[in-house]
């Protein structure tokens, strides 16, 4: 059974870090694209960062670079968003997602909040 939990649910103030980690399982981890993507109230789901099965292989969409690092442990089945500066627009629902060649996982999310 596969299974994508995510961590890291938090209410934060504007120029705050906050990590959020994603726990998986179920399916072979290694070999499947890994990203975070958010939806903030009405706004569809969108994708924040990706995370390749090549090392190195990370992408972050130009409304977080410089700010969010995604970064992946394949000893542990699990990735990783750090981020740092946030600011209100990035409060949404994180979920996190994996991509095994045929099959999109998702996890059940987790709300962060930016709000002073």
């Known amino acids: 059974q596969v299974q994508l939990v995510e961590y890291g649910r938090a209410l934060v103030q504007p120029g705050e870090s906050l990590a959020l980690s994603c726990a998986a399982s179920?399916?072979?981890?290694?070999?499947?694209?890994m990203y975070w993507y958010r939806q903030a109230p009405g706004k569809g789901r969108g994708l924040v960062a990706r995370?390749?099965?090549?090392?190195?292989?990370?992408y972050v969409t130009d409304s977080v670079k410089g700010r969010f690092t995604i970064s992946r442990d394949n000893a542990k089945n699990m990735i990783f968003l750090q981020m740092n500066d946030l600011k209100s627009e990035d409060s949404a629902v994180y979920y996190c997602?994996?991509?095994?060649?045929?099959?999109?996982?998702w996890g059940q999310g987790t709300q962060v909040t930016v709000s002073s």
């Open positions: 995370a390749g099965t090549v090392a190195g292989g990370t």
């Open positions: 179920g399916f072979n981890f290694t070999s499947a694209i």
């Open positions: 997602s994996a991509f095994n060649g045929v099959t999109n996982y």
